[in-house]
């Protein structure tokens, strides 16, 4: 009635097809891990490996070289602008010369004197 007997032998078959597709998935990935083991462990595999994880570790050693040399650099640069700063910078006496500051207290204490007492110049 309303077809109930041939939907039911249809799932059925379905069922049976899924179970095969199922079985022959399974020997396929067998196959396919017995297959990469035995390249992998031949000397062919063994030397693409060897290779294969050689350029890994090259590219990674380069990238961290780039970047050493990036912060080396520029390291380089701040130390070189410090010392050139710090060489043109004058730099203070540390003992000045008492002869000298005599001479320059009595050039002020001159200018003093040539200025009225409003600051103006008493030479004209």
Known sequence: ??????MRRQ???LFLKT????????????????SV??????PEGLAASFILGLTTQCSVADGQRKTL????????????????????EPK???????????ATQGRSTQAHADLS???NSMGL
């Open 11 to 13: 799932r059925e078959q």
């Open 92 to 102: 203070p006496d540390p003992d000045p010369d008492p002869e000298q500051d005599k």
């Open 19 to 34: 179970q095969t597709l199922e079985t022959r998935a399974a020997q396929s990935r067998t196959r396919f891990r017995q």
């Open 117 to 119: 007492s409003d600051g």
């Open 69 to 88: 040399l990036n912060m080396a650099s520029a390291d380089f640069i701040g130390l070189c602008k410090s010392g050139f700063f710090a060489f043109v």
């Open 37 to 42: 083991l035995a390249m992998a462990t031949r």
């Open 1 to 6: 009635m309303f077809g109930l007997g041939r």
